[in-house]
């Protein structure tokens, strides 16, 4: 039995066809892959998150604060301060209006604070107050910065530390991981 070379022609064709045909489009492939996207937008924001994952981001996000106030107060010429109370979760921060008096931030961003549930400001190192960490305490941020360098130590429940360092005169303010006293 012998096949025609036309007929041999036209089963590799239509094999051809069906292994084309088996396979996903770059399409179909791109829009699975966004749907999955748009889950994990909407899933990973809403699983709990570790004290080390919170204590990391609140010294981040303090630090950026900081860093922030710095710019606002050089270029509005307002003055800001934070309020701390080490010890506690308490910090906030107000903006020094023209007659000298306190009042929320007009900033919606500088609102809220920027340590999450959970974390503490464990102490405040100023080389002229030295170590506080009790009571309540008022950093100035004013149009030249932070007046003083300043040392932030925050906590998580499990005891582990975040440094933020602020120095003053050039708005540098950075975040470390660890309890450190002195730049590194």
Known sequence: MKHSPALGTDVDRQRMENRCQAGFTL???????????????????????????????????????LRYLQERAATSRTGYYLTLAPGTESLQIAEIDTDGSAKEPSDPLLRKSPIK???????????????????QLRIDVGVAGVRDFVTIHLRSAAGQFWTVMAFPSGGKVKAYEGYLEDPP
Not at 117 to 135: F, H
Request: net charge neutral; hydrophobic share 50%; proline share 5%.
């Open 27 to 65: 399409i179909e492939i791109a829009v699975v892959m966004a749907i999955i996207g748009m889950l994990m937008l909407l899933v990973v924001p809403r699983l709990p998150s570790s004290d080390q994952e919170n204590l990391k981001i609140s010294a981040r996000t303090l630090a950026s604060t």
């Open 117 to 135: 549930d959970g974390v503490v400001v464990s102490d405040v190192r100023i080389p002229r107050l030295g170590k506080v960490s009790d009571g």
